[in-house]
């Protein structure tokens, strides 16, 4: 494949990549409670999809998955929902930054459930990149960690249990997509918004938390991240992604955590010691591993 037929895909993704990173922003931004701005994320997001749901139906595609189909996707949601109840708790707690970096620790997630469940050998790179990962992290954290408030050691815990759940919804969602026949991959997205959605409200008013966004700044805020987050994030991204090799796709990825911190420090005046910035170097060095594990030398077609 030569470098002229990937410069589409790799723009595509890079473009992505950066806009996806400012997701975390509007969760900070936004004046409603965390699981309220979730249910948002991803109601919005619903009717956001809903043309290109009808486009793929004229074009031949089925707008309602297969029962079993449906099962998977409602089982991904259920991932989903815990992912974003927990993720954004950490970014809240712990801020921009940490909270992306600590859900991007689901590569080594992923590469568990493959050595366990699948029988897959990482090589060298997962054993590396995951050492490299815990030590940045222990970098960042250890030598703060009594100081750290109880709100904070919270937002750790939430960001590492954001990395498990996302992993789990990747493998039921990426099942469902693999399964799903004459259904199009904009409608199982729409399902699994409109399920995640549903689940989402529930756990909003129970906690107690204003669902009503305050003012048209919220509005804005929500409007841009449901669309950021999920329209973009999964229809631009994902048809870049099968076109470009391991490589390159490790390091496009690796902009979401880089660029997270880039806003956590020009919007919230986050800024990380010596110790800090040498943590997160390793932390995605280790990432870019586990992402680029048992990558082959040549390209894909």
Not at 57 to 84: H, N, Y
Not at 138 to 161: E, T
Request: with cysteine; aromatic share 12%.
């Amino acid at each position: 494949m030569t470098i002229a037929v990937q410069r589409g895909p790799l723009l595509a993704m890079l473009a992505g990549a950066v806009l996806i990173s400012t997701s975390a922003v509007f969760v900070k931004w936004v004046h409603i409670g965390p699981t309220a701005s979730a249910f948002w994320r991803m109601a919005l997001a619903a009717g956001m999809l809903v043309p290109f749901v009808a486009m793929a139906r004229r074009a031949g595609s089925a707008w309602r998955p297969t029962p079993r189909v449906l099962g998977l996707v409602a089982l991904a949601a259920v991932f989903f929902a815990l992912d974003l109840w927990m993720w954004h708790r950490s970014i809240l707690y712990v801020g921009v930054g940490m909270a992306t970096l600590l859900g991007n620790f689901q590569v080594f997630v992923l590469a568990a459930y493959g050595a366990f469940v699948l029988h897959e050998h990482g090589g060298w790179r997962l054993w590396a990149g995951l050492l490299l990962a815990l030590s940045g992290l222990a970098l960042m954290l250890v030598p703060g960690w009594s100081g750290f408030d109880a709100r904070f050691h919270a937002g750790v815990g939430f960001g590492l249990g954001t990395a498990a759940a996302y992993a789990g919804f990747l493998i039921a969602f990426r099942r469902a997509q693999s399964t799903r026949d004459a259904a199009s991959n904009e409608a199982l997205l729409w399902w699994m918004c409109v399920f995640t959605a549903a689940l989402l409200l529930p756990l909003a008013l129970a906690g107690g938390e204003a669902l009503p966004p305050r003012d048209a700044a919220d509005w804005g805020a929500l409007l841009a991240y449901a669309f950021i987050a999920q329209v973009c994030g999964w229809l631009v991204i994902g048809r870049a992604m099968p076109r470009l090799s391991a490589g390159v796709l490790g390091l496009c990825l690796l902009l979401q955590p880089l660029m997270a911190y880039v806003w956590d420090a020009a919007l919230f005046g986050t800024r990380l010691d010596a110790a800090g910035l040498a943590g997160l170097a390793l932390s995605l060095v280790g990432i870019f591993l586990g992402l680029t594990r048992g990558a082959r030398a040549e390209r894909p077609a």
